[in-house]
C-alpha cells in the first residue's frame, strides 16, 4: 500500500486544478472522485493518495429493486477468492477519501466495496451545508434500503471473486453506525470495525432501532474506535453499549483515543489525527485477521 502525503501544489497538479480555482468547485465529477461540498474546505497537506497500479478499480452497479445502486470496487488485478470488506461511508457519501480507503484495503489483498447508499435520496457531494444535508438526504434514507442494498452488494461479490467465508465491515461517522447494524442483520459477516458512529439515538420511522438496541443480540465482533474529544458521541453512551454489549453479544470491544475528536481518520479535514489514524487502520487490519477475514 502507497501512502503519499502530498502538498498542495502536487495534488492540484494531480487533480488538474490551478492555484486559483475556488475549493468549491472541487467536487466529484463521477462516482468515488472529488470531494462533498459540504465537507471543504480540503487540508491537501495531509491528504493520503492511494494509486491503482496493480488494481482493478472502477465504479460498478448492481440493480436493487430496479434502482442500479452505484459502488467503488478495488481490488488486486486478475485476483480471485478473495477476502471481502464493504467500506461504509461517511453522511458526505462515495467521494475521493472513501474510494481512497477502499484501494487501501486492495493493496493488501482485499476485494474493497464502497457503496453509494443515498442513491435514491440524492447526491450528498452536492449538498452545500451539512443542515441541508442532514435534512434532505442523510434524515430520508431508512435503515432498511441500506440493508437491502448491502445485501445485495455481498451477493455480487460472491458471484464476483469474493470469498463469502471472509467477508467484513467497516464505516466511518454515519458509516460507522451502518456498521454496527449491518454486523447485527448479516451474522454471516466474521468482523466489523466501526470508526465512530453514533451508538445511542431516538428511534423514527428510518431508524427504528440503533446500535445500542441490537447489542445484547450482536453475533458479529465489532472493533469500536472512537475519540474522547468527540463532542457527539459521549462517552456515557460508549459506557451505553458496553453495557449492553456485555448482556450476551459478541466479544466486541472499544478503542477511545484521547487526544482525538471526531472523524479523526478523514485525512482531507482538519479533525485528521495522523497517529491515531494509522493506528486506527492497523487494529482494524488486525482485527480482521483475528477473526479470519485476511
Not at 468515488?32 to 495531509?46: D, E, K, S
Request: proline share 6%; net charge neutral; hydrophobic share 45%.
Amino acid at each position: 500500500m502507497e501512502n503519499l502525503k502530498q502538498d498542495a501544489a502536487s495534488l492540484l497538479a494531480k487533480t488538474g486544478l490551478s492555484d486559483g480555482v475556488d475549493r468549491r468547485g472541487f467536487i466529484k465529477a463521477a462516482v468515488g472522485t472529488g470531494f462533498a461540498v459540504a465537507a471543504l474546505p480540503v487540508v491537501a497537506q495531509t491528504m493520503i493518495h492511494t494509486d491503482t497500479a496493480g488494481l482493478t478499480a472502477g465504479v460498478v452497479k448492481v440493480n436493487v429493486g430496479g434502482v442500479d445502486v452505484p459502488f467503488y470496487r478495488a481490488q488486486p488485478e486478475g485476483k480471485t477468492h478473495l477476502p471481502v470488506v464493504l467500506v461504509i461511508s461517511e453522511i458526505f457519501g462515495l467521494h475521493e477519501h472513501i474510494a481512497d480507503m477502499a484501494r487501501r484495503f486492495a493493496k493488501l489483498g482485499y476485494l474493497a466495496l464502497a457503496p453509494d447508499l443515498f442513491v435514491r435520496q440524492g447526491d450528498p457531494t452536492t449538498a452545500p451545508s451539512i443542515a441541508d444535508l442532514m435534512k434532505n438526504i442523510i434524515s430520508r434514507t431508512p435503515d432498511q434500503q441500506v440493508m437491502g442494498d448491502l445485501d445485495a452488494i455481498v451477493a455480487w461479490a460472491k458471484a464476483n471473486g469474493g470469498d463469502g467465508d471472509k467477508m467484513a465491515i467497516t464505516g466511518f461517522c454515519w458509516g460507522g453506525r451502518i456498521t454496527w447494524m449491518y454486523a447485527a442483520h448479516n451474522p454471516a459477516l466474521k468482523a466489523g470495525v466501526a470508526w465512530y458512529g453514533r451508538l445511542v439515538g431516538e428511534p423514527n420511522a428510518m431508524s427504528p432501532s440503533n446500535p445500542v438496541d441490537i447489542a445484547p443480540t450482536l453475533k458479529v465482533p465489532v472493533l469500536g474506535l472512537y475519540g474522547l474529544k468527540d463532542s457527539g458521541i459521549t462517552q456515557e453512551s460508549i459506557a451505553q453499549m458496553k453495557a449492553q454489549l456485555a448482556k450476551g453479544g459478541a466479544p466486541s470491544t472499544f478503542v477511545v483515543y484521547p487526544d482525538a475528536g471526531h472523524a479523526f481518520n478523514a485525512d482531507y479535514r482538519p479533525s485528521y489525527v495522523a497517529a491515531d489514524a494509522k493506528d486506527g487502520f492497523q487494529r482494524t487490519l488486525a482485527w480482521f485477521r483475528e477473526h479470519g477475514v485476511a
